[in-house]
C-alpha cells in the first residue's frame, strides 16, 4: 500500500521500506543516479527521489520527465539538502504513465488565462493544487460548524418551480426539442422548472419542523455577467434558523466566518498565497479572528458614502444597492475590519423579508469583507401570514404558486432567519485570489461550459 507524500514529510524519524506514487514534477540525471522531485497531490511539498542506476525500473528513467507518474519504493534518509529533512534513496522505481512531449505544465510560469483553457490539468500545480485543497478543507469545516451547533443537513432540490430571488435569471430544465418551447409550454414535469437559484424557501420549510439547519450545494444564475465575482454554477451555504432574529442571523453570520477564517490559517496550504498572491494575506485573515466585527444600518451607510469625498464609478443614494467599490470602502477604508450592514429599504429587496415598524425597510443583513465585498446575504424572514400575502402582491408574485410557502405562516408560524454564504467568495477571501474561476475546478460562464 502506498503512504501519502504529505505524510512521509511528517515523519521525525527513519522508516523501513515503503512505497509512493505520484507524479513528477522534475528530474536532474548524474553520473551513475537520479534525482526525482514528486508530488502526489496531497501536500504542497515534494519528495525528493535519489535512484540510483541499477535498480530495477532504472532502465525506463529517461521516460519519467515532468508530468510522467511513477511508483517508487524505497527507505527514508536524512537529507543533506536545505529545506526538507528527508529523502528516499530508491530500491525500485517503475514508471505508470509516460507524457508526450506536448505536456503543457512545463517547469515555468503559466497564466491563470492559460490554465483556465486546460482545467482538467491545472490541478497539478502548486497554486491551484493547493486552491482546491482549500476548497475541500472548508467544506468540511462548514459541516464541522453547523453539526457542532445541532444543525441538520437538508438537501433542498437542484431542479425548481420557485424563483427565490424573483429576478427572473434561472435556467430552465426541459426534454423538450428546440422548436417545442415557448415561455408557456408545459412538458417533463406538469410545468416550467428551473435549475435552482438557492436552496433557501425549501429550506425555510425543514427550519419549520427541525428548528435549525442548513443547506450546501450548487446554485445556478443565468445572469451574463462576465466579471471576475460571478459564475453561472455556484455552490452556496444556506443556514436558516426557527426562533431567531435578525440579530441572532447576524450573530450566527459572523461567528461562522471567524471559525473558518481560523480553519484556513492553521492550513499549511495558505503559504503559496501568501508568497504569490497576497503578501497581506495572512495579517488580513487574522484582524478578522482577532477583532469584532463592525454593524451599521443601511441608511448610515449611505451617509458616510455620501459625506466621504470620495468619488466612485456608482452613484451612492438611498434606495440603491451597494456596489462593490462601496462595500470595500466601508471594509477597507473606513472601518479597516469586517461589516455587517442591516435595515436595507424594502423596495430593493425580496419579498421574503420581515418588513420592520418603520414600514420602509427590511430585517436585511449584508456581511462585508475586505478584499470582496458582499459575502453574506441574509435576513428575518416574514413570519406573518397577512403581511406576506401583501408582499406577494407588491412583487407581482402568483399567490398559488407559492401557497405552500405562505401555509409556514398559516400554520405555528415562528419567527425564523436565515443567510447565504457565497462558497467561491469566501474561497476568494481567504486565498487571495482575485477570480472566481479559478476557485471552482470547473467554471461555468457566459460563454463557457467545458468539460
Known amino acids: 500500500m502506498r503512504t501519502l507524500i504529505k505524510h512521509v514529510l511528517a515523519r521525525t524519524e527513519p522508516t523501513d521500506t515503503l512505497t509512493v506514487s505520484g507524479w513528477v514534477r522534475t528530474r536532474r540525471d548524474s553520473k551513475g543516479f537520479s534525482f526525482i522531485e514528486l ?48 529523502e528516499m534513496q530508491a530500491e525500485e522505481i517503475r514508471l505508470i504513465g509516460e507524457v508526450p512531449e506536448d505536456y503543457p505544465l512545463q517547469k515555468k510560469g503559466h497564466t491563470s488565462e492559460f490554465l483556465r483553457s486546460i482545467a482538467h490539468l491545472r490541478p ?15 467544506a468540511f469545516a462548514i459541516h464541522r460548524f453547523f453539526q457542532e451547533r445541532d444543525f441538520v443537513y437538508v438537501h433542498t432540490p ?3 418551480a420557485s424563483d427565490c430571488e424573483g429576478a427572473g435569471e434561472m435556467f ?22 428551473y435549475l435552482t437559484v438557492s436552496g433557501q424557501l425549501e429550506g425555510e420549510t425543514f427550519a419549520c419542523a427541525l428548528s435549525n439547519i442548513y443547506t450546501f450545494g450548487p446554485t445556478f444564475r443565468a445572469e451574463n455577467s462576465n466579471t471576475s465575482r460571478h459564475a453561472a454554477e455556484f455552490w452556496m451555504v444556506e443556514p436558516e434558523m426557527a426562533f431567531c432574529d435578525l440579530a441572532g442571523d447576524m450573530d450566527c453570520a459572523e461567528a461562522m466566518i471567524k471559525f473558518l477564517v481560523s480553519e484556513a490559517l492553521a492550513d499549511p496550504d495558505l503559504s503559496i498565497f501568501e508568497k504569490f498572491i497576497d503578501k497581506a494575506l495572512r495579517a488580513r485573515l487574522e484582524h478578522v479572528v482577532e477583532k469584532p466585527f463592525q454593524r451599521i444600518t443601511y441608511t448610515d451607510a449611505v451617509k458616510l458614502l455620501e459625506s466621504s469625498g470620495k468619488e466612485f464609478q456608482y452613484p451612492v443614494k438611498y434606495g440603491l444597492n451597494l456596489q462593490s467599490e462601496h462595500e470595500r470602502w466601508l471594509t477597507e477604508e473606513y472601518f479597516k475590519q469586517p461589516t455587517t450592514v442591516y435595515n436595507y429599504p424594502k423596495e430593493i429587496k425580496p419579498f421574503y423579508m420581515r418588513l420592520n415598524e ?35 402582491k407588491h412583487h407581482n408574485i402568483d ?6 410557502y405562505a401555509d409556514l405562516r398559516k400554520y405555528g408560524t415562528v419567527p425564523h432567519a436565515g443567510f447565504g454564504l457565497g462558497f467561491e467568495r469566501l474561497l476568494m477571501f481567504i486565498t487571495g485570489i482575485q477570480n472566481i474561476r479559478d ?3 470547473f467554471p461555468r460562464t457566459p460563454g463557457h461550459c467545458e468539460f
Do not use: H
Open 39 to 86: 508530488n502526489d497531490g496531497s501536500c504542497l511539498g515534494n519528495l525528493q527521489i535519489v535512484a540510483d542506476a541499477g535498480i530495477p525500473g532504472y532502465e525506463d528513467i529517461s521516460k519519467m520527465a515532468t508530468g510522467a507518474s511513477i511508483t517508487v519504493t524505497g527507505k527514508l534518509i536524512p537529507s543533506p539538502a536545505q529545506g526538507q529533512d528527508w
Open 124 to 138: 497539478r500545480t502548486n497554486l491551484y493544487g493547493a486552491a482546491f485543497r482549500i476548497r475541500s478543507r472548508m
Open 158 to 160: 437542484i431542479v425548481t
Open 172 to 193: 430552465r430544465v426541459t426534454t423538450l426539442p428546440d422548436s417545442q418551447i415557448s415561455k408557456d409550454t408545459e412538458d417533463f414535469f406538469g410545468k416550467r422548472a
Open 358 to 392: 418603520d414600514g420602509k425597510t427590511v430585517t436585511a443583513m449584508d456581511l462585508l469583507v475586505p478584499g470582496i465585498g458582499e459575502i453574506i446575504g441574509g435576513s428575518q424572514r416574514e413570519e406573518r401570514y397577512d403581511v406576506l400575502l401583501e408582499n406577494f
Open 399 to 404: 399567490p398559488e404558486s407559492y401557497a405552500w
Open 439 to 441: 476557485v471552482i475546478p
